[in-house]
């Protein structure tokens, strides 16, 4: 089965730096997503991207979040000034169409010290 | 209203029980409800998913029960297996709009002891 690909696994910052979280969605889907994930806590919906623009926020992506599309394959996730609340799993998703199986990558492991 | 309420947190069930999750939303707007396995270090992967016109979905092992007017829904694990042990996210999702995103429960870890 595809899957969607993210780097790094872990990533550990000192607050206040910059984190640019990676992801290769899979490689015919229209759909790009992140989610996070607290420790023990439920996952949440950060941001839906399609059509190179953002088509919805959550309360969480504020000004400090920015997503990016660079090229035909990368999806990116950039956190300007990282908080101790942003210590967190990261996932990647991706559909190929609005009806389609979201797939999730295996996460990033944000941890800000 | 945009939350969706899972129980129980955790659940511990014999290898060869029934395993049962129940989950409850409020916005009658969703209209495509998945189930999510996860397993620790791994993303969430989507197990099966229903619409709300339908009352029952079933996949195997695995079988989702729909009650629209009470606005619950439940995943019930036949014949459960220690390879099920796993957290189990319940969600909530709109199709119908061009911005789809899973609203998930909190989440159940099952234990499956053989």
């Known amino acids: 089965e595809p899957e969607v690909t993210q780097t790094p696994s872990h990533q550990v910052t000192q607050m206040g730096q910059e984190v640019i979280l990676r992801c290769v969605p899979i490689?015919?889907?229209?759909?790009f997503y992140w989610y996070r994930q607290i420790l023990g806590q439920k996952v949440e919906f950060l941001v839906s991207?399609?059509?190179?623009?953002?088509?919805?926020k959550s309360e969480i992506f504020d000004d400090q979040f920015s997503v990016e599309r660079p090229d035909g394959s990368n999806f990116t996730l950039k956190i300007r000034s990282t908080k101790l609340e942003d210590s967190a799993m990261y996932f990647c998703?991706?559909?190929?169409?609005?009806?389609?199986?979201?797939?999730f990558g295996s996460g990033t492991q944000l941890s800000v010290l | 209203q945009q939350q969706v309420k899972q129980s129980p947190q955790s659940l511990i069930v014999q290898k060869g029980g029934i395993s049962i999750i129940n989950c409850a939303y409020e916005?009658?707007?969703?209209?495509?409800f998945p189930w999510y396995q996860q397993f620790p270090g791994k993303g969430p992967a989507l197990l099966i998913a229903?619409?709300?016109?339908?009352s029952e979905k079933k996949e195997g092992r695995f079988t989702i029960s729909f009650n629209k007017s009470a606005k619950q829904f439940s995943l019930h694990i036949m014949d459960s297996q220690p390879g099920d042990s796993a957290t189990y996210f319940c969600?909530?999702?709109?199709?119908?709009?061009?911005?789809?995103?899973?609203?998930f429960g909190p989440g159940t870890s099952l234990s499956v002891i053989p």
């Open positions: 991207f399609y059509n190179n623009e953002i088509s919805e």
């Open positions: 969600a909530a999702s709109y199709l119908r709009t061009s911005y789809d995103k899973v609203i």
């Open positions: 998703a991706s559909r190929r169409g609005i009806s389609e199986k979201l797939f």
């Open positions: 490689s015919n889907h229209l759909y």
């Open positions: 229903i619409r709300p016109d339908v």
């Open positions: 916005n009658t707007a969703f209209d495509y």
